[in-house]
């Protein structure tokens, strides 16, 4: 059974930084794409970052490139969110997801209800 389990949110103020942890198992974490999305409250569900299991590439929001870097950790099953220079506008619950996509891209845009999806972290950025 696929089980990701988010941790490391909480509260921080602006400019500071976050780490997220996803821990996957029940299933094999090199074949599937990986990706990070928020939803922040009234809002719809939003890809932040994803990356791909086949080559490797890397898709990041407009709104996070530069101060976030999604990571994996294979032997480990775990995969980061690394998130610097934080921002009120950041403050969303953020979940993980896996799925089988080559694209990391198609991942983020795409969002879908049939990926693997965690429970969610709460981030919430304010002085």
């Known amino acids: 059974q696929v089980q990701l389990v988010e941790s490391g949110g909480g509260l921080v103020q602006p400019g500071g930084s976050l780490r997220l942890s996803c821990a996957a198992s029940?299933?094999?974490?090199?074949?599937?794409?990986i990706g990070w999305f928020r939803q922040a409250p009234g809002k719809e569900r939003e890809g932040v970052s994803c990356?791909?299991?086949?080559?490797?590439?890397?898709y990041y929001a407009e709104s996070v490139k530069g101060r976030f870097t999604i990571s994996r950790d294979n032997a480990a099953k775990t995969v980061y969110l690394q998130m610097n220079s934080l921002k009120p506008e950041d403050t969303a619950v953020y979940y993980c997801?896996?799925?089988?996509?080559?694209?990391?891209?198609?991942?983020?845009?795409?969002?879908?209800?049939?990926?693997?999806w965690g429970q969610g972290t709460q981030v919430t950025v304010s002085s």
């Open positions: 997801a896996a799925a089988y996509f080559k694209s990391a891209r198609a991942m983020c845009v795409l969002s879908a209800d049939f990926y693997s």
């Open positions: 029940g299933f094999t974490l090199d074949y599937y794409a």
């Open positions: 990356l791909s299991s086949s080559d490797g590439s890397t």
